[in-house]
């Protein structure tokens, strides 16, 4: 059975930096092309970061400049640095995987940001 698990959200004042990551067990993330979701109160799922198995990447415009997602292969994780957190960076993120038949969901770690 695939499962993904976030870590490292938190509670942080604005300007400050987290650091989040997704690992998974019974898949190879470093095979597949992963995700970064979040989603705040009230407001639609977003992604705000992908990189695919070939090792493309994009980001969201709002978090471009200051997000940064990469992947360490030896521990076959994926991480979301995230710099200069901002007030309406809080939202609880999500790790995403698209494979083949569908895409596997982490419960979510919670990001908060305070003034």
């Known amino acids: 059975q695939v499962q993904l698990v976030e870590s490292g959200g938190g509670l942080v004042q604005a300007g400050e930096s987290l650091r989040l990551s997704c690992a998974a067990s019974?898949?190879?993330?470093?095979?597949?092309?992963l995700n970064w979701y979040r989603q705040a109160p009230g407001k639609e799922r977003e992604r705000v970061a992908s990189?695919?198995?070939?090792?493309?990447?994009d980001y969201a415009d709002a978090v471009r400049g200051r997000f940064t997602i990469s992947r360490d292969i030896d521990s076959d994780t994926v991480s979301l640095q995230m710099n200069g957190l901002k007030l309406e960076d809080t939202a609880v993120y999500y790790c995403?995987?698209?494979?083949?038949?569908?895409?596997?969901w982490g419960q979510g770690t919670q990001v908060t940001v305070s003034s």
């Open positions: 019974g898949i190879v993330l470093s095979r597949h092309h």
């Open positions: 995403n995987i698209n494979t083949n038949p569908g895409d596997y």
């Open positions: 990189t695919t198995s070939r090792g493309i990447i």
